[in-house]
């Protein structure tokens, strides 16, 4: 369903990017700048295929690994491909924070991007920002995404410590992009906090997928043993 630029997460040379193509999007969650770079280096017809005419890129939050990309993917399609940039934030006040990092600091074109909430992007596949709990600093300011593509519900947790807001959402064969961590910290899902929720969602028949990776061999292990898979990297 969903196919990844990078699945590492922040100290990883290819940062967390999920990536799908519809109605002439390309379509990017988050905008690491490792992403940027694999678009410049494989060209975004190759991505997004011949009648590709605009980047959207849904935003989780605003670590550095998920949007510091961002104003370098305006300039890029502003200058090189002609392209517009449509970025979707998950709340007002996220809109407001990635305005200062795209205006204030990197002087990105007015009129080459907009930065717009769920409600106001008129992108039907989008059902909702989920919010979640992630880092201290960015309390209330962390979000996951529930999608609606091709008729399948995908569940999107972005960075979270936590399952709890997005099981709601978990229906019956949907698709879960999970981030986990086999280190632990107050931060990231511990990998050993959501075994016991697997079973629930092989009951549900979930597609259940790991990214945002801190210890790809170690969680390739164990997502074996789990019945989870990684994250499809394009390659
Ligand atoms: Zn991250
Ligand atoms: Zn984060």
Same mark, same amino acid.
């Given at each position: 369903?969903?196919?990844?630029?990078?699945?590492?997460?922040?100290?990883?040379?290819?940062?967390?990017?999920?990536?799908?193509?519809?109605?002439?999007?390309? $379509? +990017?969650?988050?905008? %690491?700048?490792?992403? =940027?770079? @694999?678009?410049?280096?494989?060209?975004?017809? /190759? &991505?997004? !295929?011949?009648?590709?005419?605009?980047?959207?890129?849904?935003?989780?939050?605003?670590?550095?690994?998920?949007?510091?990309?961002?104003?370098?993917?305006?300039?890029?399609?502003?200058?090189?491909?002609?392209?517009? $940039? +449509?970025?979707?934030? %998950?709340?007002?006040? =996220?809109? @407001?924070?990635?305005?200062?990092?795209?205006? /204030? &600091?990197? !002087?990105?074109?007015?009129?080459?991007?907009?930065?717009?909430?769920?409600?106001?992007?008129?992108?039907?596949?989008?059902?909702?920002?989920?919010?979640?709990?992630?880092?201290?600093?960015?309390?209330?300011?962390?979000?996951?995404?529930?999608?609606?593509?091709?008729?399948?519900?995908?569940?999107?947790?972005?960075?979270?410590? /936590? &399952?709890?807001?997005?099981?709601?959402?978990?229906?019956?064969?949907?698709?879960?992009?999970?981030?986990?961590?086999?280190?632990?910290?107050?931060?990231?899902?511990?990998?050993?906090?959501?075994?016991?929720?697997?079973?629930?969602?092989?009951?549900?028949?979930?597609?259940?997928?790991?990214?945002?990776?801190?210890?790809?061999?170690?969680?390739?292990?164990?997502?074996?043993?789990?019945?989870?898979?990684?994250?499809?990297?394009?390659?």
């Amino acid at each position: 369903m969903l196919r990844f630029l990078g699945r590492g997460s922040a100290f990883f040379p290819d940062n967390n990017c999920a990536f799908f193509v519809k109605d002439g999007d390309l $379509v +990017l969650i988050d905008c %690491p700048m490792s992403a =940027v770079h @694999k678009i410049c280096k494989v060209g975004l017809r /190759t &991505l997004g !295929g011949e009648n590709v005419s605009r980047i959207v890129t849904v935003i989780t939050h605003t670590h550095s690994d998920h949007v510091g990309g961002l104003g370098m993917m305006i300039h890029y399609c502003c200058y090189v491909l002609h392209i517009p $940039v +449509l970025v979707v934030a %998950p709340s007002e006040q =996220v809109a @407001k924070d990635l305005y200062l990092l795209t205006d /204030t &600091l990197d !002087g990105c074109e007015k009129g080459s991007y907009e930065i717009v909430t769920a409600a106001d992007a008129g992108l039907d596949w989008i059902e909702c920002p989920v919010p979640t709990e992630h880092s201290e600093q960015l309390q209330g300011k962390c979000f996951g995404w529930v999608l609606s593509l091709d008729g399948e519900r995908i569940v999107y947790t972005g960075d979270t410590c /936590t &399952l709890d807001p997005f099981i709601p959402y978990m229906t019956q064969g949907c698709y879960l992009y999970t981030e986990v961590s086999v280190y632990r910290s107050p931060v990231h899902l511990y990998i050993e906090d959501i075994q016991a929720q697997l079973e629930k969602m092989k009951d549900k028949k979930m597609k259940v997928y790991f990214m945002h990776l801190d210890d790809e061999k170690a969680i390739e292990q164990a997502a074996k043993s789990l019945g989870a898979q990684l994250a499809p990297l394009f390659e």
